[in-house]
């Protein structure tokens, strides 16, 4: 299994932006890559999600607003938050699945121990 640490959390204001980071101590090419987040009294739920061979998906509540890439070479993922709402605020997990689905936290084995984000109002 890959070990994931996430960086690039913090305070924004409304509308701002930020650039999540979640780099792997092993090779990330097979991996399906996903981000998650889990805000106070919550469960985690899907933000978005890059499968091994190719396309990305993202939650409704995120669409046009967040971009998901990865770079394997790199062993790293990003996650490009734009027009950030109070609603974000969470702190945001990488994961790494070998599974075939990616919407449930269940579908990764790895994750990171997350990065806060607070979007202030």
């Known amino acids: 299994q890959v070990q994931l640490v996430e960086s690039g959390g913090g305070l924004v204001q409304v509308g701002g932006s930020l650039r999540l980071s979640c780099a792997a101590s092993?090779?990330?090419?097979?991996?399906?890559m996903g981000w998650f987040r889990q805000a106070p009294g919550k469960e985690r739920e899907f933000v978005s999600a890059?499968?091994?061979?190719?396309?990305?998906t993202y939650a409704d509540s995120v669409k046009g607003r967040f971009t998901m890439s990865r770079d394997d070479a790199k062993n790293t993922v990003y996650l490009q938050m734009s027009s950030l709402k109070p609603e974000d605020s969470a702190v945001y997990y990488c994961?790494?699945?070998?599974?075939?689905?990616?919407?449930?936290?269940?579908?990764?084995?790895?994750w990171g121990p997350g990065t806060q984000v607070t979007v202030s109002s």
């Open positions: 890059m499968p091994w061979n190719g396309g990305r």
């Open positions: 092993g090779r990330t090419f097979l991996y399906t």
């Open positions: 994961g790494a699945g070998l599974r075939s689905g990616w919407f449930k936290a269940t579908d990764f084995d790895s």
